[in-house]
């Protein structure tokens, strides 16, 4: 068996449910390890090991209260939490308290998680890098600006951990830390008591070791079933290289073509997608979204302490940003087209395989990374899983990312689970 805090979050849930663990050892599994790879990590915003088994104690003493009973959870820093200080990942918020916690918080403890602390989050979940290493090599960034959920997930800190993507901020660190992260349907996880960059744009999303994890999660959550369901018969999958294509190194290429390859002789049907022209401009169109909204999101922070903004975050949305009305509304415009035309692009075929980002983690800290491959999908609303299981030149993580129509989220993950089986070594 393997040690406690390597367990997914499914495995915990149910040793747990058959009473052959405690939910105070598993969080005691977890604060071990923490403790111990915390410093060069430095996955954590804030973490309180008293409280932790305070509430782990308190599960195991009650009857099961829901799908997450004593796993123990992250919650991305700018997720509000009653008990614990939510700083947003900036310097003008050290140590705030909120009222209340978050919608997602709230609704993960009434089924019975535990919540472990608050996970590192770049400024505002914006530009500006925190100070979480990539696991798997600390010279290397984990990506952002997840970045916290996804190394304390990779590093066995923690089996589930929650996020937020605005542009690829949940697929490309999961992909760079080498575990499973998912992008649902724009809206569909409620939002509420988050902090927010781009409305239009911003997405509750999740960071796990097994797609089964996921289920869990969305049970407690939205209600929906907690397992995922398997397939009548293999999926119909597009092999879709995306106008984009030419910027992914060569291990994002081959953990494209690996995965189709893979799927092909597992008995999926493969066919070739291309996107209309018009997709090409949704990279860009993301972009004129999230920095309008942003700045007006922002704007008690510009108003009242811009001398504790980073210079970073100021230099890419000033206070006279050069996007006009017409600008912005013809990008939301635009986005609508494309999510409407997916239907078409996607005709005969369950999901997308497309790369899950650039390449692997790139070294040092100066970013988290490009998103070039998640901001069109983010732009749209559509639900992304990213799988883990290729490598780079350098030995790092490179996932492949699937995609679905919007709301189409349970087909998703059905076909997220078809591939991590197909692409585990029998």
Partial sequence: ????????????????????VTSEALVGACLDRIKDREPDVRAWAHIDPDAALTEARARDRVAPMGPLHGVPIGFKDIIETH?????????????????????CVAMARAAGAVVLGKTVTTEFAFVNPGKTRNPHDLAHTPGGSSSGSAAGVADCMVPLALGTQTGGSVIRPASFCGVVGYKPTHGQLNYVGTKVLAASLDTLGAMSRSVA?????RAALLGA??????????????LCRTPW??????????AVQNAAETATKTGAVVREVTLPSAFAALESANQTIMFYEGRRSLAYEFDHHADKLSARLKTSIPPDLDISFDDYR????????????LD??????????????????PLGFESTGDATFNRPWTTIGAPCVTLPGNRGANGLPVGVQVVARPYDDEGLLSVATWLETAFTPA
């Fill in 83 to 103: 008990d614990m200080p939510t700083a947003y990942g900036s310097d003008i918020y050290p140590g705030h308290r909120p009222v209340a916690d978050a919608a």
């Fill in 245 to 254: 294509w030419d910027r992914a190194d060569p291990a994002s290429h081959a």
């Fill in 225 to 238: 079933p907690a397992t995922v369901a398997g397939l009548e018969s293999p999926p119909r999958l597009g």
């Fill in 1 to 20: 068996m393997s040690s406690l805090n390597e367990l997914t979050a499914v495995e915990v849930a149910q040793a747990i449910a058959k009473g052959e």
């Fill in 344 to 361: 078409g692009v996607m005709e005969g075929v369950d999901a997308l395989i497309v790369p899950s980002a650039v390449g692997e983690a």
């Fill in 330 to 341: 013809a990008a939301i415009l635009h986005a609508r087209q494309c999510r409407d035309d």
């Fill in 213 to 217: 994890d996921l289920a869990l999660l």
